[in-house]
């Protein structure tokens, strides 16, 4: 039909839904800036600046590439068992983490439930929900940016179905309570523990998960391994919940080289940690450094990141002269962090240099 | 909540969901039959036995693996687009032409709407209805197992949203006529043809696209570039159709290793061209050689694979034969097909093996 207008026939809610607003790729930013991409340094993306193990890159040598992959993950089930401990009917790989998040949206929101957000967080949640056409409540962080069990009880009804905790909380790099978890725990709804940052805060409520069926907790391979571009996370979580998704995943959703790479990053797991370990002296220098500026707030973070809040208009100008030396941050758009960005814990190098011109810049004012 | 019962939350029209029938990898296949890998010949998920383009291997050296993929597409849109001379504004790439799939039944069909399914065919249209809650409608083929309109139209109602026609249809090798495609698309309904097998058929009818906002074609880099593993196939469609699937669709859907080795695969077309015309050669003499055996049909095949109809029960013997020798070919448990299998063309050396066993087999009978 030639002049079939396709807005009759898209569901309702999508039609006014906005992109996610992902981080472009180096080439991109070269593209943007007119900044050679050799010259880029890239901390938008709590990327991991020293790379993936080199046993991963070797890994993609001689890939059985034509040959669908396991839609049973068994191989990278049995490692993630190995790695945390738990059970392989306790496990499912995803996408990345955000895979999972959406398939918990598929499996158990239906358009009209409600979810709640803990804001400010990871942007993928709400995301997900208004594609499922679920009904997102915000409930604030308070001023330290730690939960708010008030506005979370106040925003619960009976519609809710589920409740997203980002721990350590991206972008403000603060840990969960233990308290607080099992606190909600206690609710018949479903919570989903967000660890993506897990090997920076060595901190997991992930004990809990063979314990209850309404907890779930989501880790990743992009950031600790350094994999964020063959997008491999997976979820911890009781067996009746994993029945669902396993059934309900795409059957072939890691491809054979994220399967490679994230079987050889396990068996690379020392290395991998001594660049963990790295990452985490830097952040904790470079808040140190950060806190003795003035009209600036770095909050103490336990991931590879940190959020830098600035008074007044400091944050343009701070953003404008790091961008136009080549270090791309990651900015917001919401009332609550418009004067705040996060900065990703590079190399040592790097991180001096951002240092060095938030310094500059800040004197300069 | 330690008694919690997750049925309870689960939606209802997924709590009896089954998993869809995917093909294991050779290491499974290997452990349940007791045949060493090496040894198997595994012609059950159509595909490319010559491999992948040797540029698509040496690309996924020194990927930059720890950071994000392009949410853009940018280059992946842009080879597709010098490959099927589309304006990139009509291509949407995804992991494996499942994921657009997916995209479609996300976008336009809520739960309690009705899709049209031209069974027999490819599974993952269905399983995907299920997930979404749709109401599937099978209109069934006709004997030669072309479309039948008048099936078609009995199942057609307020309620339908969408037909998928897959060219050559799976499993059965047949192409659908131009007539039937430009007939369907005067219909408001979209209309989704699935052309994962275009370049052993050479038809397409992708020079409908500009002009018709209710047509979506598929593709898929799996067959024809030995691609299967990395997961990535695309959408050729109206602009105002790209517009909802790239706001909807995973951010980093494309993971960097596929993207390497399909940009590496475009430049490396006319090898993969030698390879899918020495697939469509064995194609054709595999179906010569079989309609010589009494009491089976092979129907005429435009993909990389043929259809096997068996009298009485040789199917099952025949199958057993197979397996016994480490071949692994495509059953079915429908009662229409459950005399047939699908046989994937293999290397001239597998095909050859395959034929002796079956003649010896059948004359065993």
């Given at each position: 039909m030639k002049n079939f207008n396709i807005n009759k026939i898209i569901r309702p809610h999508l039609l006014s839904l906005k992109t996610y607003d992902a981080v472009n790729p180096p080439d991109l930013l070269s593209k943007k800036s007119g900044i050679p991409e050799n010259d880029l340094i890239k901390l938008n993306g709590n990327e991991n600046p020293y790379g993936?193990?080199?046993?991963?890159?070797?890994?993609?040598?001689?890939?059985?590439?034509?040959?669908?992959?396991?839609?049973?993950?068994?191989?990278?089930?049995?490692?993630?068992?190995?790695?945390?401990?738990?059970?392989?009917?306790?496990?499912?790989a995803g996408a990345g983490a955000d895979e999972i998040i959406d398939l918990i949206f598929r499996i158990f929101?239906?358009?009209?439930?409600?979810?709640?957000?803990?804001?400010?967080?990871?942007?993928?949640?709400?995301?997900?929900?208004?594609?499922?056409?679920a009904d997102v409540k915000f409930a604030e962080r308070d001023s330290k940016y730690d939960l708010d069990i008030n506005e979370i009880e106040k925003n619960i009804n009976k519609k809710t179905k589920l409740i997203f905790i980002t721990s350590p909380n991206n972008p403000t790099g603060n840990l969960v309570s233990y308290e607080h978890i099992k606190y909600l725990l206690k609710k018949e709804i479903l919570v989903v523990v967000d660890e993506a940052y897990f090997e920076f805060s060595k901190s997991s409520v992930q004990n809990l998960v063979l314990d209850h069926p309404n907890l779930i907790v989501l880790r990743t391979m992009s950031k600790w391994a350094g994999l964020a571009g063959l997008r491999i996370g997976y979820g911890l979580m009781h067996s009746s919940a994993t029945k669902y998704l396993m059934e309900i995943k795409p059957p072939y959703n890691i491809n054979v080289a994220a399967e490679a790479a994230?079987?050889?990053?396990?068996?690379?797991?020392?290395?991998?940690?001594?660049?963990?370990?790295?990452?985490?002296?830097?952040?904790?220098?470079?808040?140190?450094?950060?806190?003795?500026?003035?009209?600036?707030?770095?909050?103490?973070?336990?991931?590879?990141?940190?959020?830098?809040?600035?008074?007044?208009?400091?944050?343009?100008?701070?953003?404008?002269?790091?961008?136009?030396?080549?270090?791309?941050?990651?900015?917001?758009?919401?009332?609550?962090?418009?004067?705040?960005?996060?900065i990703s814990i590079g190399t040592e190098v790097q991180n001096k240099k951002v240092l060095q011109i938030i310094q500059k810049a800040m004197n300069h004012e």
């Open positions: 993936a193990s080199p046993k991963a890159i070797a890994a993609l040598k001689n890939l059985p590439m034509h040959l669908y992959p396991d839609p049973d993950q068994i191989k990278i089930r049995n490692a993630i068992s190995k790695y945390t401990g738990l059970p392989i009917d306790n496990i499912v929101i239906s358009p009209g439930d409600s979810i709640l957000d803990c804001s400010p967080t990871f942007g993928m949640y709400s995301f997900c929900a208004k594609i499922a056409g994230l079987l050889a990053s396990f068996e690379d797991v020392s290395l991998l940690q001594k660049n963990v370990d790295m990452i985490i002296e830097n952040r904790d220098w470079m808040n140190i450094e950060l806190n003795k500026i003035n009209n600036l707030t770095a909050y103490p973070s336990f991931g590879n990141y940190i959020l830098c809040e600035f008074t007044k208009n400091y944050s343009k100008t701070v953003y404008g002269e790091l961008e136009e030396n080549g270090i791309f941050v990651r900015k917001f758009n919401t009332e609550r962090l418009k004067n705040s960005f996060r």
